[in-house]
């Protein structure tokens, strides 16, 4: 969107026709609201942007169908064109200019008039409320008409009222084309002319040029009036070009009248997008030096920022629509929305930064939900994120630092595709894909769509419907090697809310985040990948909260009963949107393995009451899912991820490893740069996990970890001494069962011996020695258990025990003989 400047925003507000309640569509189901169908075609005028046509920014729906319009606004109108220096001939060309660029995007005015045709601050035409007629259903939505009397063409006049949409009636009135709004716009030059200061030669060749735009008017309408007033002003008036075919805006201006005032305009381009062919600015640089941009403290930067963006600092501020209607006291089209408390206030420096000044550090620890509605901290955010995202792929590193603070939602849609690597002429792509030939899948689509966060306005729209469609379909038809199973509909509502006008982009981002966390979970056949899934969840669970798997696998209370349509939707099945955004802002910063810790963390918000109950009692809990403090999730989801040793969630079903595996940036911050990346994306080495049969892989409780991430985690040194943390603790203890003689022949440097024969006792006790007073000492931290093989007997006692954080060395003791790492003791003299 362009920078405000000297706009204003304004608002206007109208009804949607009421639809009875009593009635349902074919489907069955009770019929979408006018209000909810006008608020879904409106979106796409949010798109429309051109410097003749007055920008739309935003609407809102309240009550009784009440709708209220947010756009860009001038306080000056036609009426003020002498004021303001213009000519009419300067008008018609604009005006017309405007108009061709609506046609092109299959759209008509239709609601042309002098309050209509805004002026701004350099006597420029802005056409306001151009957009009307198209959200509105070519007036079909509403029970009054698009356009006033007086500047309607008479075809127009002559076909009546448009029918209600809803109606299976077939008689609606055809809609009108571009040449409607050629005789609105010679009406208003007529009007021009004729009241004109200018001299009398010039006015009669101003009222012969208008004319020419009226050159399809019926004579006997207009013969009169012509008449008398050219009796009037002492001039005649030919009417030769009358009788012509009516010509189209686009026509007009390839007229040979306005040879000399086009070549005062540069033709408009529409900018380039952040995802196309075209070549981006690499040059971008983020300043060094913040105060060598600021020194005018004069500059208005809040005009420099866009009308989008200004829209949304405002209502941060606190501002309300309907109250702003309110306080005028009466309900008018175009009121002006003023009020923007605090951000005047705002410092130049704010708006050129590129970290968050030192005083706002207090805010960047507040609570994500407090962050995102402080008016000063958003406005410095999305300057930030505007400018990262301008210099995408480039600053892609820095957009991922930045996102591990937070993501601005106003940008939030621009900054996943950014995390998730979108890149390249998606439209083009998507461009590409048959979308309209059926397909089997269609029917289970249609199906599922109307059942789909249809709680969200802008989702449960026609729009919506119709988007939905043509993503979904575009994803399936573009994945021939894949199906559509139940809960892709769920996947694609948080790419297609925050990308609604730019179907491409969504497609793209659902494409991308697919294959990263769900690889394989749209096979024909499944139950494999699923299963496996399911396992590894298990035995995250048992690793970090063996007290509840404990529990949970007494009552036989399993994942498969409740975990699969978690997984297979990303929680986008079980969780609002608005709680899913901030969910993913966090997801799409870690690896496909971050979704168990998600899980992990549910669980533990219900620790007590699953504690508490049977099988049935946890089945009806999760039938109707407690509400979950999504701020709380993250965060202990983060530490859950930042515990979990990168080998321990290894699937054999994930991912294959990529060409180059992306490991610039680190997910969590310093203490997660160990997990930043995927385990299957690391080069494969003889101290890697093996690949193990799902049988086998069920039999265990606790994860395996590969040895690489033991040697890792010890922090070994060449000669196998141990490095010492901060606390002098090793990070995790290794725990060797083998025999003391086995033992004694060579061991991984710091780890304690306590064999599995004398380990435990009669009654499943770990027996008191020395060794087993370390591990006590050791608990809370990662225990990682040596033996000969890979018999896991040991672990799942001490899982049974309620030690947390417990794994196995995959390969046991064997697979570190080759490594130099191990240690003998020296004899004793």
């Not at 005015?109 to 701004?120: G, I, T």
């Not at 999504?630 to 040793?645: A, D, G, H, K, N």
Request: hydrophobic letters at 40%.
């Amino acid at each position: 969107m362009r920078p405000l400047r000297d706009a204003q925003l304004g608002a206007f507000t109208f009804f949607a026709s009421a639809l009875p309640h009593d009635v349902c569509g074919s489907n069955g189901l009770p019929l979408t609201p006018n209000s909810i169908k006008i608020l879904g075609r409106f979106q796409l005028l949010k798109t429309i942007t051109h410097p003749r046509l007055c920008q739309y920014v935003d609407i809102t729906r309240g009550k009784h169908e009440r709708l209220v319009v947010v756009a860009e606004h001038y306080e000056s109108s036609l009426n003020d064109f002498q004021k303001l220096g213009a000519t009419v001939l300067q008008i018609a060309y604009e005006t017309l200019e405007g108009l061709e660029f609506m046609n092109k995007h299959g759209m008509v005015h239709r609601a042309l008039n002098a309050q209509n045709v805004l002026m701004d601050g350099k006597g420029r035409v802005k056409l306001a409320k151009f957009g009307l007629y198209h959200m509105t259903d070519h007036g079909a939505d509403v029970d009054f008409p698009i356009g006033y009397p007086s500047y309607l063409a008479p075809e127009v006049i002559a076909q009546g009222p448009a029918h209600h949409s809803d109606t299976s009636q077939g008689d609606n009135p055809l809609p009108s084309g571009p040449k409607t709004d050629v005789w609105s716009l010679g009406v208003l030059l007529f009007e021009l002319c004729t009241v004109s200061s200018l001299t009398q030669p010039s006015r009669a060749l101003m009222i012969d040029r208008s004319l020419t735009c009226l050159c399809f008017f019926p004579l006997g309408c207009i013969d009169d009036i012509v008449t008398v007033l050219a009796e009037e002003h002492g001039f005649t008036i030919t009417l030769d070009s009358f009788g012509l075919p009516p010509p189209t805006p686009a026509d007009l201006l390839a007229d040979p009248v306005f040879e000399g005032v086009s070549c005062l305009y540069t033709l408009y381009q529409q900018p380039v997008g952040l995802f196309s062919s075209s070549l981006r600015c690499a040059h971008l640089e983020l300043p060094e030096d913040i105060g060598q941009l600021c020194k005018d403290d004069d500059e208005d930067y809040l005009g420099e920022r866009s009308i989008d963006e200004v829209y949304h600092l405002w209502c941060l501020a606190g501002g309300d629509l309907e109250k702003e209607l309110t306080n005028k006291e009466i309900i008018q089209s175009k009121p002006p929305v003023c009020t923007l408390p605090k951000l005047k206030d705002v410092s130049g420096e704010c708006h050129l930064l590129t970290e968050s000044p030192n005083e706002l550090s207090c805010t960047v620890n507040l609570p994500l939900i407090i962050r995102e509605r402080d008016t000063e901290y958003q406005l410095i955010r999305i300057i930030l994120f505007d400018r990262l995202l301008k210099a995408y792929p480039y600053k892609k590193n820095h957009v991922w630092k930045e996102a591990r603070v937070d993501i601005p939602p106003l940008v939030r849609g621009l900054a996943w595709a950014a995390l998730l690597g979108v890149e390249g002429d998606i439209q083009a792509k998507y461009d590409a894909i048959d979308k309209d030939t059926s397909i089997p899948t269609d029917r289970q689509i249609e199906v599922d769509i109307p059942r789909c966060h249809q709680y969200d306005e802008l989702l449960s729209s026609p729009q919506g419907h119709r988007k939905f469609r043509r993503v979904l379909k575009a994803w399936v038809v573009s994945h021939p090697e894949l199906v559509y199973w139940q809960g892709l509909d769920s996947l694609c509502a948080p790419f297609l809310w925050l990308n609604f006008n730019n179907e491409a982009l969504a497609y793209a981002c659902m494409s991308a985040f697919i294959p990263k966390y769900l690889y394989n979970f749209f096979l024909k056949d499944n139950s494999h990948v699923i299963q496996e899934y399911l396992t590894v969840f298990s035995q995250m669970i048992a690793f970090h909260d063996p007290e509840l798997s404990n529990h949970l696998n007494e009552i036989g209370f399993i994942p498969d009963l409740y975990a699969i349509p978690w997984f297979l939707t990303m929680f986008t099945h079980v969780f609002p949107l608005h709680k899913i955004f901030h969910l993913w802002d966090t997801l799409l910063l870690g690896n496909s393995s971050f979704p168990f810790c998600i899980g992990v963390a549910i669980l533990q918000q219900l620790r007590d009451r699953l504690l508490a109950n049977g099988f049935n009692e946890c089945i009806l809990l999760f039938s109707d899912l407690p509400e979950i403090d999504i701020e709380r999730c993250v965060r202990e989801s983060i530490s859950l991820f930042c515990w979990t040793p990168k080998s321990a969630t290894y699937r054999q079903h994930a991912q294959p490893p990529k060409a180059q595996a992306d490991r610039s940036a680190s997910c969590f911050g310093k203490t997660a740069t160990h997990y930043s990346s995927d385990y299957q994306d690391m080069p494969k080495t003889d101290l890697s996990r093996e690949p193990l049969a799902l049988r086998d892989l069920k039999a265990e409780v606790s994860p395996r970890i590969s040895a690489e991430d033991l040697i890792d985690l010890c922090e070994l040194s060449a000669g196998g001494q141990t490095k010492k943390s901060k606390a002098g603790k090793p990070k995790i203890l290794a725990v060797d069962i083998r025999s003391i003689e086995d033992f004694g022949r060579g061991h991984i440097s710091g780890s304690v011996n306590i064999p599995y024969s004398t380990a435990f006792s009669a009654d499943g006790e770990l027996a008191q020695c020395p060794a087993t007073g370390t591990l006590q000492s050791f608990r809370g931290r990662v225990i990682v258990v040596i033996g000969h093989s890979m018999k896991s007997a040991f672990a799942t006692h001490l899982v049974k025990v309620n030690y947390p954080r417990v794994a196995t060395l995959d390969g046991g003791i064997n697979k570190m003989k080759h490594t130099g790492l191990l240690t003998v003791p020296s004899p004793q003299i």
